[in-house]
């Protein structure tokens, strides 16, 4: 059975749900600002997102704790959200944002706030980053925040939440530094304009040519493939690495062609499916209020996000003269 094209998989993305929907129509279909604005306010009402605002408690958190019980607490269906990509002025979720980081780390930037700072995992601090930046969260905190995580850039140029513990690691951890690196995009794309904007460029820089020694999930040394639950196509990843993870993040940042992503985009297309779609291969075990796709089935979040690889993928190949070599982050 031939696989099908990007333009034959769009009706079934746009019969799913609303946050497939507005997501398909600004990233593939490159609809106006008015249409896909108005798709996306139907997360709020319709779906999965919905279903989620709709199991809030009355204190503002989720599922009877803040970072756990994984995976209905308050920090993990925050990320949910900001990945159905509600609206982020919804004041719900606004007053939840705030909560995580009161109850993580502290209401002020004061001394208390600093040593909890630097005691938390990097992991954690990158999704309260994540998560604030979302939804507008605007004070010192934040600032905080990013110059903690400038400062805790391991020799390699990435991150590991293990650094604290005994042995200390010598290498950053995928994990670690796809959950930093994640909370420092929203940031910027949120901050135009900050006296830390350009440090935050450059470690993203340096971290993500540390990706691309490794292939994005090979060993920099043997080439041989760091984790095998790293060429599995899981969402929600969680806190979890895995390619397509990665993939999506160079997409997001418009990162220019480099050799070293082919491995992983022929990883990604590997999982293709006959009928053109991306599976979901593995889930994370944990308590869930629910699953937004069934394990072995074709995933619409899959597809949307592989789609939207390939589409920036493509564009980069497209800039390449014959005579080009690959070429580094620029």
């Given at each position: 059975m031939p696989k099908s094209t990007t333009s034959e998989l769009v009706p079934w993305l746009m019969s799913g749900d609303p946050a497939i929907r507005w997501q398909t129509l600004r990233d593939l279909l490159g609809a106006s600002a008015e249409r896909w604005q108005a798709e996306q306010q139907r997360t709020l009402a319709e779906g999965w997102g919905a279903q989620f605002l709709a199991l809030q408690a009355p204190d503002g958190s989720w599922g009877g704790g803040i970072y756990s019980p994984k995976w209905t607490s308050t920090t993990y269906t925050l990320l949910t959200l900001c990945a159905i990509g509600i609206p982020r002025d919804h004041p719900p979720a606004q007053r939840a944002a705030e909560l995580?980081?009161?109850?993580?780390?502290?209401?002020?930037?004061?001394?208390?706030?600093?040593?909890?700072?630097?005691?938390?995992?990097?992991?954690?601090?990158?999704m309260d980053l994540l998560i604030a930046a979302y939804f507008g969260i605007?004070?010192?905190?934040?600032?905080?925040?990013?110059?903690?995580?400038?400062?805790?850039?391991?020799?390699?140029?990435?991150?590991?939440?293990?650094?604290?513990?005994k042995p200390k690691p010598h290498h950053s951890s995928?994990?670690?530094t796809f959950n930093?690196?994640?909370?420092?995009?929203?940031?910027?794309?949120?901050?135009?304009?900050?006296?830390?904007?350009?440090?935050?460029?450059?470690?993203?820089k340096g971290a993500?040519?540390?990706?691309?020694?490794?292939?994005?999930?090979?060993?920099?040394?043997?080439?041989?493939?760091?984790?095998?639950?790293?060429t599995l196509l899981s969402y929600p990843h969680r806190w979890h690495?895995?390619?397509?993870?990665?993939?999506?993040?160079?997409?997001?940042?418009?990162?220019?062609?480099d050799e070293r992503l082919q491995d992983a985009l022929e990883l990604l297309n590997s999982h293709h499916r006959a009928d053109g779609a991306w599976p979901v291969q593995h889930k994370y075990p944990g308590r869930a209020f629910f699953d937004m796709e069934q394990a072995g089935r074709p995933s619409r979040w899959n597809t949307l996000r592989a789609l939207r690889v390939l589409k920036w993928w493509e564009a980069q190949v497209g800039t390449q003269k014959p005579s080009d070599s690959s070429s580094a982050l620029s």
């Open positions: 995580v980081l009161d109850r993580q780390l502290g209401s002020r930037a004061d001394e208390a706030f600093m040593r909890n700072l630097a005691a938390l995992d990097r992991c954690i601090v990158g605007r004070d010192a905190r934040l600032d905080a925040i990013v110059e903690n995580l400038l400062v805790e850039l391991m020799p390699d140029r990435a991150w590991n939440c293990r650094r604290l513990r995928f994990h670690t930093v690196l994640e909370g420092l995009r929203e940031w910027l794309e949120t901050t135009p304009s900050h006296a830390l904007r350009d440090d935050v460029l450059a470690a993203e993500l040519e540390f990706v691309l020694e490794h292939r994005l999930f090979k060993s920099d040394k043997t080439g041989a493939i760091i984790d095998y639950r790293f690495y895995n390619v397509l993870r990665g993939l999506a993040y160079f997409a997001r940042v418009n990162a220019p062609y």
